[in-house]
């Protein structure tokens, strides 16, 4: 109810400028318990850049609405991005549920991410799981040096990054996408991983991408030829 009352004032205030709403998430996946204190993502495609509201997060009747405003062309390039964030954002390009659609854009945009992805090589997936693979090592070695000082909580933060890139890294090499980080994390069974598991994942990530081609570890002259 929120998500339409919200798709319904950006169509009244904004009448020429708003190309579709539609809402990812649990909502679009039909899935959401009900509760009333979930959150709503909520996506306002514009013809124009800077065209209708801008993108905001507010609680409305104790539901938290996160509201991304993106014009057209812009969210369509977006979608044609293979980056090391693939797994955690292709969901949103991919399911949708439409509150105003009546070009049938969001069918444009599934199908734009989805053929990016069929034109994709074998070394995009992997170039971009080594940076993934990268921010998660830094992760976990940072989270290793606070529990050797006993900083608790931020060595748990640390390896709570550590573990979710160790995530990411395996739906880049597999070309699986997830719905959420908690969905990354269940399912690739890093969930309440320890710092000993998580960093036996990102050994055997590391050996799997030299296997592909290109070691993470390298010389000065590496790292300078890129």
């Given amino acids: 109810m929120v998500a339409e009352r919200v798709a319904d004032a950006v169509r009244r205030r904004f009448p020429a400028d708003v190309l579709a ?14 509760g009333g204190n979930g959150e709503v993502g909520l996506l306002v495609v514009t013809y124009r850049p800077s065209g209708g509201p801008p993108s905001s997060t507010r609680r409305v009747d104790g539901v938290l609405v996160d ?11 977006q979608a044609r991005e293979l980056s090391p964030r693939w797994p955690l954002t292709a969901d949103r390009y991919v399911t949708t549920r439409p509150l105003h659609d009546p070009t049938g854009w969001l069918r444009t ?25 990268y921010r998660g090592s830094a992760a976990h070695a940072r989270a290793a040096r606070l ?26 090499l ?21 710092m000993t598991e998580v960093g036996a994942v990102l050994a055997r990530q590391a050996d799997e991408l030299a296997a592909r081609g290109r070691p993470v570890d390298g010389t000065v002259d590496d790292l300078l030829d890129g």
Avoid: I
Avoid at 21 to 34: F, K, N, Q, S, T
Avoid at 109 to 133: K, N, T, V
Avoid at 151 to 156: G, K, N, S, V, Y
Avoid at 179 to 191: E, W
């Fill in 21 to 34: 709403v539609a809402v990812h998430g649990p909502l679009a996946h039909g899935d959401d318990d009900g």
């Fill in 67 to 77: 509201l991304t405003v993106a014009a057209a062309d812009d969210y369509l390039r």
């Fill in 147 to 172: 529990a050797e000082w006993y900083e608790t909580d931020q060595a748990l933060l640390m390896l709570g990054e550590a573990r979710l890139a160790a995530a990411t890294v395996n739906g880049l």
């Fill in 174 to 194: 597999s070309r699986t996408y997830f719905r959420d980080p908690g969905d990354a994390v269940r399912r690739t069974g890093l969930a309440g991983a320890d």
């Fill in 109 to 133: 945009l599934r199908d734009e991410h989805l053929g990016r992805l069929a034109r994709a090589r074998p070394a995009e997936f992997s170039a971009a799981a080594r940076q993934a693979w």
